[in-house]
Nanobody, 126 residues
């Protein structure tokens, strides 16, 4: 199971930290991916962290604002989100992958993803 937490309502320019905690498997053996889906829009990959080398990938629009990190001892991956704006409003999902971040290999952002969490809502509004 993957469980996201940390979503909520935040003002523009604010920050949130999302957590993705795995149970029933060891997250250290997998890449962990973050996706989001805004109302009326398609799902998009936001960030990813590989397992063997902890290389990371970010969608262009979040580079410099979002940071993904992993604490394998806690079986948890974090997504630190700063300087949030209205366009970041979405349901954020974490997902388990096979080890690699697809975009780092010029592959789709859901490459190797086989298990999804249920999502946490992030709303950026004044």
């Amino acid at each position: 199971q993957l469980a996201e937490s940390g979503g909520g309502l935040v003002q523009p320019g604010g920050s949130l930290r999302l957590s993705c905690t795995a149970s029933g498997f060891t997250s250290a053996y997998y890449s962990i991916h973050w996706f989001r889906q805004a109302p009326g829009k398609e799902r998009e990959g936001v960030s990813c962290i590989q397992n063997m080398d902890s290389k990371t990938w970010y969608k262009d629009s979040v580079k410099g604002r979002f940071t993904v990190s992993r604490d394998d001892g806690r079986n948890t991956v974090y997504l630190e989100m700063n300087n949030l704006n209205a366009e970041d409003t979405a349901v954020y999902y974490c997902a388990r992958g096979g080890g690699h971040c697809g975009p780092l290999l010029d592959l789709p952002d859901d490459y190797g993803v086989d298990y999804w969490g249920r999502g946490t809502l992030v709303t950026v509004s004044s």
